[in-house]
Nanobody, 115 residues
Framework: QVQLVESGGGLVQAGGSLRLSCAVS????????MGWYRQAPGKRRELVAGITSGGITNYADSVKGRFTISRDNAKNTVYLQMNSLNPEDTAVYYC?????????WGQGTQVTVSS
């Protein structure tokens, strides 16, 4: 089993920054792709950023140039640095890990951006 615990969410003013962390524990062997998703009220969960075990990243168009995903394999942690936040970034942010065909999700962390 794999456990994911997100942290770092909170309330921030527009233009501000936050850094989310996702600590991975348990059977982490062979975990490859990881990513951050978000879900705003009344909307579908969407990919924000992803990173492979080799460090290849991809981003949603809406966050390119503002968000950066990274991973520290020694600490089994994935980060999402979010800059220039705007109210449209308000959502619950979820961490996802993939091992083979199995997906694991964290419990989510709330990010609220005030205008």
């Amino acid at each position: 089993q794999v456990q994911l615990v997100e942290s770092g969410g909170g309330l921030v003013q527009a233009g501000g920054s936050l850094r989310l962390s996702c600590a991975v524990s348990g059977s982490i062997f062979s975990i490859n792709d990881m990513g951050w998703y978000r879900q705003a009220p009344g909307k579908r969960r969407e990919l924000v950023a992803g990173i492979t075990s080799g460090g290849i990243t991809n981003y949603a168009d809406s966050v390119k140039g503002r968000f950066t995903i990274s991973r520290d394999n020694a600490k089994n942690t994935v980060y999402l640095q979010m800059n220039s936040l705007n109210p449209e970034d308000t959502a619950v942010y979820y961490c996802k890990a993939k091992r083979g065909i199995v997906l694991y999700w964290g419990q989510g962390t709330q990010v609220t951006v005030s205008s």
